[in-house]
């Protein structure tokens, strides 16, 4: 009898074990906003329950939909929350002085097989939505070596963010590529990129680690450093003799990492203030379904514009007659906007001031460093 005890017991205690994983920090492919991020997911026989943390200005507000559900594995039934513990739904919450706060959602439970889940606030455009979001990690594949994948800066000369280099496609020469098929021989790996308007490549060279980088030795991978940290204290040449162009329009590139057709937008806008006139102008952009997009729009004079997608609001310091390219990653809360072409430095710079870019003044207030100021005294100039 005491045997039997003791063996029911333990099965009783391996079958809790085994009914219930912990996925901290789960990867997925897209989603709406960087405001939500899920910490862990706990999914057991009993529930499944999400653990948020939420980061927005301190005294704003947020406010979870009493309707929230998640979807399993691309299933159209949707598992409606349950509760919620340090959030009221359907209530406004006020974000304190940290601006953070943290609360989890409960939902039914979705099975042990259960490989990926959406999670949906509510059908509404600006309600939160995080798609595929991993309950089995999935191997990233890629044609190309892991120690290639990045964000790859030229570091003398003619400096700057070189290209992008992710698992999919790559950024280069302000456009966005697919791969083809690599070509190596020895020690040398040439990374082939193809779209529509032709073909390009890139070479590598494998290192004495046995690690691929890319061949040229001013060229490097940056990780989280902060872009404009490659100029040192220097304003480029380039900014402190610029020209003055006359030409009456500009070109706004860029890519959308993380971006998904599920995101329900395929098109965004660029606001720009129109000194003429006075007038605030609205000029569309087209996204594809990789994330890509282009426009071409009148302008002037030197702009600081507003670009709009969905919930994702920039500023972006444009000139006339120039094409800058703009990569942006809604997947990450720590990834920093990139630039390539034409005014990528004044816009890391726009980053870089204490003091938020003013749309309507089109200038820095109390400029923090001289590279700002160098900015203002640039704006000023173009505009005489």
Not at 9 to 15: C, P
Not at 63 to 78: A, H, Q, R, T
Not at 306 to 332: Q, W, Y
Request: charged share 20%; aromatic share 12%; glycine share 6%.
């Amino acid at each position: 009898m005491k045997y039997f005890s003791l063996q029911l017991i333990f099965s009783l205690l391996f079958s809790s074990l085994y009914a219930q994983r912990t996925i901290d920090n789960p990867a997925f492919s897209s989603r709406n906003s960087r405001i939500l991020e899920i910490e862990k997911i706990v999914s057991s026989d009993t529930a499944t329950v999400f653990h948020f943390k939420a980061y927005f200005e301190p005294g704003n507000w947020l406010k979870i939909n009493k309707g929230s559900f998640i979807l399993v594995d691309n299933s159209s039934e949707k598992l409606f929350v349950k509760a919620a513990t340090g959030i009221q739904l359907d209530d406004r919450f006020v974000l304190p002085a940290t601006g953070e706060t943290t609360f989890s959602l409960t939902f039914p439970a979705v099975g042990a097989a259960a490989k990926k889940v959406d999670f949906i606030e509510s059908e509404c455009d600006a309600c939160f939505k995080i798609y595929d979001i991993e309950l089995t990690p999935i191997k990233k594949s890629s044609v190309l070596p892991e120690s290639l994948l990045g964000n790859w800066f030229k570091v003398s000369g003619e400096k700057g963010w070189y290209a992008g280099l992710y698992d999919t496609v790559a950024v280069y020469k302000n456009q966005v590529w697919k791969y083809g098929q690599p070509t190596v021989k020895g020690n040398k790996f040439t990374i082939n990129l193809y779209n529509a308007s032709g073909q390009a490549s890139i070479q590598a060279l494998k290192d004495r680690h046995n690690q691929y980088r890319l061949s040229s030795q001013d060229i490097i991978l940056l990780g989280n450093t902060p872009p404009l940290s490659i100029y040192g204290k220097e304003v480029p040449q380039t900014i402190k003799n610029a020209i003055i162009n006359k030409a009456d329009s500009a070109i706004y590139k860029g890519y959308i990492k993380g971006y998904s057709t599920k995101l329900g937008f395929r098109t965004g806008k660029v606001l720009v203030n129109n000194a003429a006139s006075g007038k605030q102008e609205s000029y569309t952009i087209n996204v594809a379904p990789d994330g890509s997009f282009s426009v071409r729009f009148p302008l002037s004079t030197p702009e600081a514009v507003i670009v709009r997608f969905s919930n994702i609001a920039e500023t972006v310091f444009i000139e006339p007659g120039k094409e800058v390219f703009h990569l942006m990653d809604n997947n990450s809360r720590e990834a920093q906007s990139l630039f390539m072409g034409a005014s990528s430095y004044l816009n890391y710079e726009l980053r870089n001031s204490a003091s938020v870019t003013n749309p309507d003044k089109h200038k820095q207030k109390n400029p923090s460093s001289a590279a700002a100021k160098g900015l203002n005294s640039y704006i000023e100039r173009t505009q005489k």
